[in-house]
């Protein structure tokens, strides 16, 4: 190597050495510096490596042949082939000339080098996942119909290959550039050295181009231009031949070109560019025209065997291929023994919303305007021997939310550093005044069951904790509110980036933009900094590629809090399948805990047969835990992830239709029913029960969202996901006859506004200073049956308290409002208690009693008497939950109405 080739390497390090290392020492190198710190602590550093070396090696292998790529073609080739090259720059009014070699040439050469070769390198090192994806493949064991690829190489092997060739496309037409412009300004563009040099350059963009056409022939299985998402027929017989007979015209060209080096003829070039132009043309009008003229008047028969790939592979990448479908014969009489039958599915009906149920427990349970419930879960627990669904809040610090003077550097950081504790309620029982009854309330927290005792209910990592907190601190840590005083404590985790000495303090300084950092005396070597406490950006940081759910949900286990949080793998290249919300493949293969105390997380694997997770875990061989190392107290808590059921339940309303014709013409279409929410229409949401399947004994924790035809509103279908046990994550739908009504939740919802008694009730009460606000409609199916249940919740225009005052109950085409669950049950199967018995005889001094007093038999009034008491006696046992007693009572009561219906016929 010669000296000025020395000067030209040197400049070029140097250069590079300074951009790569003046952003290390701004922010982004503190960043880095303060999150291997935070890896390190939460033993998750090989993540962080793994990334760290996998960019280093990709922007050294990029940087490289950058660097090598120009030098050769923009200072080595030009100067072996004219020796010194003179570049005259400049007009009329002047002209400077510069030579390869000189140094000002030379320094400005390496500057452009180094610039390029600093973009470029980052460029490749941000496709860091797609080459370890690509790396670490795992078939998923079903080839696609049209090449017979397995569906890995379109997930994980084809972004990879456009990435490289779009990135190296990119360096070839950068350099051809710049070699012409060189030769342009040296006046050597038409000698034949030059020539030569430029053609080869062409002859890469020429190939480069060619394999691209036929990446972009493998890439029309995703194509979504026919009449299903997937390669249709046009696609397959007029795209994919003209995008591989361009591929070859192309590669000749390619071929012709370094040909023309030695024998000039330029004449075969210009054929080729015909040729490709003339496709170019050719495509731009061919398919349309296959569409139109072919397949258009055909389209059934031609894209018959398309369609098929379409459902097969939308219902595979969704998880729908194993749905149970089953009739569901809606013929079914409720009585009083079906009720107690199923009393521990009408002990769970969900009368509680969470949006008001939300306002509820801030105004009775957030004790201090510093805490907050950000947001309330639903879950199940074993109590008393019985399944009993709950509604659940935790309560979280917002800092926020406390005064403005109060919000010191110290407070916010050193003092109130965590939120405290929850409260759970049952999702079905009602106070007297309207209020949830809570089974977990205060602070401390108070509860009567042993299973929902909590001894840790310190709140350091949840949904809303975004500051940062400094622990270990000479200043105590507020606890709780007790009176008029305050509780203090110190955490006793060990959580947390030890602060060390002087240099990790000066890091979190500027990290945090917190000079007291530096300056506080409270702070020690020994304390430890919190941050990343949000649960998404927590769980995030470790695991980039995963979709997080949004709905976290706590659970109370050995006395702790743990939040479960479900975590999608997903992929928008999977072939032939639809897509859906920027995907279309997912699959919930993990599932993430947080402990609220210690901020510990592990993802435990729960779909180990995912294509996606078992490359995740190659990539990450420490991150990921078998789900047989679950706490068996944590899986009883599973539930199936609402956001992934909504995703499938729409999917489903066109994909459970299996055969090409039926689904081409759309006939049994579902769609979303709507129902009114608060006082505006709405998409009904999925809602969680606690229910038999028919022909079930179990009690099942499931999710259900019903379905109506498209264009209409009775109901049709209904769709479950089960979330206990070894069924956890079978889906299942119950279909009903074609042939007969059912009503859907919005005819029911016209029936209720239709209903004069309950109408003119809510009109009334939303005149009165008052606001109504109807609750999500439950349809639940029970025996054969459907019942359907609404709650009323009245709120004061002065107040945020909302209050449970009616129950809307909705059986075949009987609807009543009753002031509880059990009475509208007593009402809407027909057996309203009787407050005036007609024809009771007169007590003595009342004489004759009046016209027809006599005209009925003696006893009618004892048993309206009767059923009177029986009806008394079955709501006391319902106040107590006690199902049996209350159907013993409505059977008796049953008894009397019948005989007293037999007295008064005679």
Same mark, same amino acid.
């Given at each position: 190597m010669n000296d000025n080739s020395k000067r030209i390497v040197i400049g070029l390090v140097v250069a590079l050495a300074a951009l790569v290392f003046l952003p290390i020492l701004s922010g982004n190198g503190i960043t880095f510096y303060t999150d291997w710190l935070w890896y390190e602590s939460v033993e998750q550093l090989d993540v962080l490596k793994t990334r760290f070396v996998s960019q280093i090696i990709l922007w050294?292998? *990029?940087?490289?042949?950058?660097?090598?790529?120009l030098i050769v073609n923009w200072l080595v080739l030009?100067?072996?082939?004219?020796?010194?090259?003179?570049?005259?720059?400049?007009?009329?009014? *002047?002209?400077?000339?510069?030579?390869?070699?000189?140094?000002?040439? $030379?320094? &400005?050469?390496?500057?452009?080098?180094?610039?390029?070769?600093?973009?470029?390198?980052?460029s490749a090192a941000g496709r860091w996942m797609t080459v370890l994806r690509f790396r670490n493949a795992t078939p998923f064991d079903l080839s696609d119909p049209i090449f017979g690829f397995d569906a890995s190489f379109f997930v994980f092997k084809l972004p990879f290959y456009r990435s490289l060739l779009g990135w190296m496309m990119g360096l070839v037409v950068l350099t051809t550039i710049g070699s012409g412009l060189i030769y342009l300004f040296a006046g050597?563009?038409?000698?034949? &050295?030059?020539?030569?040099?430029?053609?080869?350059? !062409?002859?890469?963009?020429?190939?480069?181009?060619?394999?691209?056409?036929?990446?972009?022939?493998?890439?029309?299985?995703?194509?979504?231009? !026919?009449?299903?998402?997937?390669?249709?027929?046009?696609?397959?017989?007029?795209?994919?031949?003209?995008?591989?007979?361009?591929?070859?015209?192309?590669?000749? !060209?390619?071929?012709?070109?370094?040909?023309?080096?030695?024998?000039?003829?330029?004449?075969?070039? =210009?054929?080729?560019?015909?040729?490709?132009?003339?496709?170019?043309?050719?495509?731009?009008?061919?398919?349309?025209?296959?569409?139109?003229?072919?397949?258009?008047?055909?389209?059934?028969?031609?894209?018959? /065997?398309?369609?098929?790939?379409?459902?097969?592979?939308?219902?595979?990448?969704?998880?729908?291929?194993?749905?149970?479908?089953?009739?569901?014969?809606?013929?079914?009489?409720?009585?009083?023994?079906?009720?107690?039958?199923? &009393?521990?599915?009408?002990?769970?009906?969900?009368l509680w919303d969470?949006?008001?149920?939300?306002?509820?427990?801030?105004?009775?349970?957030?004790? $201090?305007?510093?805490?907050?419930?950000?947001?309330?879960?639903?879950?199940? #627990?074993?109590?008393?021997?019985?399944?009993? +669904?709950?509604?659940?809040?935790?309560?979280?610090?917002?800092?926020?939310?406390?005064?403005?003077? &109060? $919000?010191?550097?110290?407070? +916010?950081?050193?003092?109130?550093?965590?939120?405290y504790g929850l409260c759970l309620s049952r999702v079905s029982e009602v106070s007297e005044e309207g209020l949830p009854r809570l089974l977990v309330r205060n602070i401390p927290p108070e509860t009567e069951s042993a299973r929902l005792e909590i001894e840790r209910p310190e709140i350091y990592f949840g949904e809303k904790t975004s500051n940062y907190v400094i622990i270990?601190?000479?200043?105590?840590?507020?606890?709780?509110?007790?009176?008029?005083?305050?509780?203090?404590?110190?955490y006793e985790g060990d959580a947390g980036v030890p602060m060390g000495g002087l240099l990790r303090r000066l890091a979190f300084a500027l990290r945090f933009n917190s000079t007291p950092i530096v300056l506080s005396e409270a702070i020690s070597p020994d304390s430890r900094v919190l941050f990343h406490r949000v649960l998404g950006d927590r769980v995030e940081?470790?695991?980039?590629?995963l979709w997080l759910d949004p709905d976290p949900y706590p659970v109370i286990v050995d006395g702790r809090i743990v939040w479960l949080y479900d975590a999608y793998t997903w992929t928008d290249r999977f072939p032939y399948s639809r897509v859906s919300r920027g995907l279309n493949y997912i699959r919930n293969s993990v599932?993430?805990?947080?402990?609220?105390?210690?901020?510990?997380?592990?993802?435990?694997?729960?779909? /180990?047969?995912?294509?996606?997770?078992?490359?995740? %875990?190659?990539?990450? /061989?420490?991150?990921?835990?078998?789900?047989?190392?679950?706490?068996?107290? =944590?899986?009883?808590?599973?539930?199936?992830?609402?956001?992934?059921?909504?995703?499938?339940?729409?999917?489903?309303?066109?994909?459970?239709?299996?055969?090409?014709?039926?689904?081409?013409? %759309?006939?049994?279409?579902?769609?979303?029913?709507?129902?009114?929410?608060?006082?505006?229409?709405? /998409?009904?949401?999925?809602? #969680?029960?606690?229910? $038999?399947?028919?022909?079930?004994?179990?009690v099942e924790f499931m999710m259900i969202r019903p379905y109506v035809p498209t264009g209409k509103q009775n109901m049709i279908a209904w769709l479950y996901a089960d979330s206990d046990g070894d069924d956890y994550g079978r889906l299942g739908v119950y279909k009903f006859s074609k042939e007969a009504l059912v009503y859907g939740p919005m005819q029911v919802e016209s029936r209720i506004d239709q209903d004069p008694d309950i109408s003119q009730q809510l009109t009334l009460w939303n005149q009165r200073g008052s606001s109504v606000n109807r609750g999500n409609l439950i349809v639940i199916p029970i025996n054969g049956s459907l019942l359907y249940v609404e709650p009323i919740y009245l709120q004061a225009e002065a107040s945020r308290l909302p209050e449970l005052k009616r129950v809307v109950v909705a059986y075949q085409n009987r609807v009543t409002m009753a002031e509880n669950l059990s009475a509208g049950l007593v009402q809407v199967l027909g057996e309203t208690p009787i407050t005036e018995v007609p024809g009771q005889e007169p007590e003595a001094g009342d004489g004759d009693g009046g016209e027809g007093a006599g005209d009925q038999p003696t006893g009618v009034a004892a048993l309206a008497r009767s059923a009177q008491a029986h009806y008394e006696a079955a709501q006391a046992c319902l106040e107590q939950g006690d199902w049996t007693c209350y159907g013993e009572e409505l059977e008796m009561m049953e008894q009397d109405l019948q005989e007293l219906v037999d007295a008064t016929t005679e």
């Open positions: 050294l292998l *990029g940087a490289g042949l950058v660097v090598g790529f030009p100067k072996r082939l004219f020796g010194p090259l003179q570049l005259n720059v400049g007009g009329k009014g *002047g002209r400077a000339s510069f030579t390869i070699g000189s140094r000002l040439l $030379r320094i &400005a050469l390496s500057v452009v080098i180094a610039l390029t070769a600093l973009t470029m390198a980052s050597h563009i038409r000698k034949a &050295a030059s020539i030569g040099h430029l053609s080869v350059l !062409g002859a890469l963009l020429l190939a480069g181009r060619a394999v691209g056409y036929l990446l972009r022939r493998w890439a029309l299985v995703e194509s979504s231009a !026919g009449v299903v998402h997937g390669a249709g027929y046009t696609d397959v017989n007029a795209r994919m031949p003209l995008f591989f007979m361009m591929a070859i015209v192309v590669a000749v !060209g390619a071929v012709l070109l370094v040909v023309n080096i030695y024998v000039r003829r330029w004449r075969l070039l =210009l054929y080729v560019g015909i040729a490709w132009l003339a496709l170019a043309l050719i495509g731009q009008f061919y398919p349309a025209a296959v569409q139109r003229f072919s397949v258009e008047p055909n389209e059934l028969a031609l894209e018959r /065997p398309y369609i098929e790939h379409n459902i097969r592979f939308t219902r595979h990448a969704y998880g729908l291929t194993d749905v149970a479908e089953s009739d569901y014969q809606a013929t079914g009489e409720l009585t009083p023994q079906k009720l107690e039958d199923n &009393a521990d599915t009408l002990g769970n009906v969900r969470w949006m008001p149920l939300r306002s509820t427990y801030e105004q009775i349970q957030e004790i $201090r305007t510093y805490y907050t419930f950000h947001d309330v879960d639903i879950d199940r #627990y074993i109590l008393d021997g019985q399944l009993r +669904q709950v509604n659940l809040a935790v309560r979280e610090l917002d800092i926020e939310q406390m005064r403005e003077d &109060a $919000r010191t550097w110290i407070n +916010q950081h050193l003092i109130y550093t965590h939120g270990n601190t000479s200043e105590d840590e507020f606890d709780y509110p007790s009176g008029d005083e305050n509780v203090y404590s110190r940081m470790v695991a980039p590629m599932k993430v805990t947080v402990d609220a105390y210690t901020g510990e997380m592990t993802l435990y694997v729960v779909d /180990p047969d995912d294509p996606l997770i078992q490359t995740y %875990q190659a990539i990450f /061989p420490d991150l990921f835990t078998p789900v047989e190392e679950m706490d068996p107290a =944590l899986r009883e808590h599973w539930r199936y992830p609402e956001q992934l059921f909504l995703i499938q339940a729409e999917l489903y309303g066109a994909y459970h239709m299996q055969d090409p014709r039926v689904f081409y013409n %759309q006939e049994d279409l579902w769609e979303t029913p709507t129902e009114v929410r608060g006082s505006e229409k709405t /998409p009904i949401s999925p809602y #969680y029960v606690t229910m $038999r399947l028919p022909g079930s004994d179990e």
